[in-house]
């Protein structure tokens, strides 16, 4: 599996921001597809993931609330909005996928990542 993520930047505090990930390789719907990034400093942690057939969303409890995940099967692509951002959320985000029937919150799950996209965000 391929993922390519993108559409990371600097932005302000307050601002919103949208993350894609495109999946190639295998079949979309049989991917569980998670984002996680890692805080300077910080250990890499789980953002949110989503799953199809069965639908499944899960989101981190840290940023519940902010954000949303999305999948467009049209597109093979998943994408990770986020609201209402500080600067903790600074760093690069990465885009995993695994061959898992929920969507997963552990790292070790994911067999395949993507090369990460920065969001850097400014107070």
């Known amino acids: 599996v391929q993922l390519q993520a993108f559409g990371g930047g600097f932005v302000q505090a307050g601002d919103s921001l949208r993350l894609s990930c495109t999946a190639s390789?295998?079949?979309?719907?049989?991917?569980?597809l998670g984002w996680f990034r890692q805080a300077p400093g910080k250990e890499r942690e789980f953002v949110g993931g989503a799953r199809e057939s069965p639908d499944h969303v899960n989101y981190s409890d840290s940023v519940k609330g902010r954000i949303t995940i999305s999948r467009d099967s049209a597109k093979n692509t998943v994408y990770l909005e986020m609201n209402d951002l500080d600067s903790e959320d600074t760093g690069p985000y990465y885009c995993?996928?695994?061959?898992?029937?929920?969507?997963?919150?552990?790292?070790?799950?994911?067999?395949?990542w993507g090369q990460g996209t920065q969001v850097t965000v400014s107070s």
């Open positions: 995993a996928a695994a061959l898992m029937g929920s969507a997963t919150r552990i790292e070790e799950d994911y067999s395949w």
């Open positions: 390789g295998r079949p979309f719907s049989s991917l569980a």
